[in-house]
């Protein structure tokens, strides 16, 4: 079992039900931004299901630079402020440079760090000494076991509101793999563990000046995901993923998210060994 984490009014981790971090991949507008934020709330309250609401308001990771980033981090968050205020949602989105944290940890309810930027050794511990909740997804490059030393870079400035994702390994080029064995491994640390069921689905470069991605097997390891027993799931959603401005590849489209829920919670229950 995994210690728990606090995250405003949520308890993630230990023998608590599968959460889930879940939004667009990048701020494409404000109003697109609550529309989905909204939406997402409705769906997670009814199936009782702890929900982190995330966005980017910067993709400095882009394959292109002529490709979309978002709005910024000013404009970024201010946008995420009020989805925060006027929906009553925890917030979560990654910050990629140090001088980022100060203004990040002011809206910010959980600071994620990149997976590109998973051994960064300054980063991980300016964030984590804002005593803020922080998601550590793990990169693409690292074995599961090397996550033991990027959260003890966390720890040890006291901060142990540490969550991890796992979201695939490189498996040649343009492609990854999910390989199920790290999550126990994972979970062995003692920190909730999270798997990133859309960006374990890219295929990073593949594309024509971006990422491709297969969501059309995002159900298949959500399920296998859950059954190997994790904290919850990290999903990127979009209305319509085919116009998304980001990751539409590899976003699961917001039409399935409920049913997919369902789903997965099913399987968590019996994997917890609830009747309810």
Not at 10 to 25: F, K, Q, R
Not at 162 to 182: K, P, S
């Amino acid at each position: 079992m995994t210690r728990e984490v606090v995250v405003r009014d949520l308890t993630l981790g230990g023998d608590n039900p599968l959460a889930l971090i879940a939004g667009p991949c990048v701020i494409e507008s404000e109003q697109s931004c609550l529309a989905l934020a909204k939406e997402l709330k409705n769906i997670t309250r009814e199936l009782g299901v702890p929900f982190i609401f995330k966005a980017s308001y910067d993709k400095a990771n882009r394959t292109s630079h002529e490709s979309y980033r978002g709005p910024g981090l000013r404009a970024g968050l201010s946008i995420l402020a009020r989805v925060r205020a006027e929906l009553d949602l925890a917030i979560l989105s990654d910050v990629h440079e140090v001088a980022q944290v100060g203004p990040a940890a002011e809206v910010l309810d959980v600071l994620q760090v990149p997976a590109y930027l998973s051994r960064q050794t300054d980063l991980i511990l300016e964030v984590a000494r804002t005593g803020k909740p922080v998601n550590i997804k793990k990169g693409q490059f690292l074995s599961p076991w090397e996550l033991e030393h990027v959260i003890s870079k966390a720890v040890s400035v006291g901060n142990y509101n540490v969550l991890v994702t796992e979201r695939g390994t490189c498996f040649g080029y343009n492609n990854l793999v999910a390989d199920m064995r790290a999550l126990p491994i994972l979970r062995a640390f003692g920190q909730p563990v999270f798997f990133d069921a859309t960006h374990t689905l890219q295929l990073p470069g593949a594309g024509e000046g971006a990422s491709g991605g297969e969501r059309g097997f995002i159900p298949y390891l959500a399920r296998a995901a859950v059954a190997a027993g994790v904290d919850g799931l990290f999903i990127e959603v979009h209305p319509d993923p085919d116009r998304a401005l980001s990751d539409g590849p590899n976003s699961l489209a917001l039409a399935e998210l409920s049913s997919l829920l369902r789903q997965v919670n099913g399987i968590d229950q019996l994997v917890k060994g609830e009747t309810r």
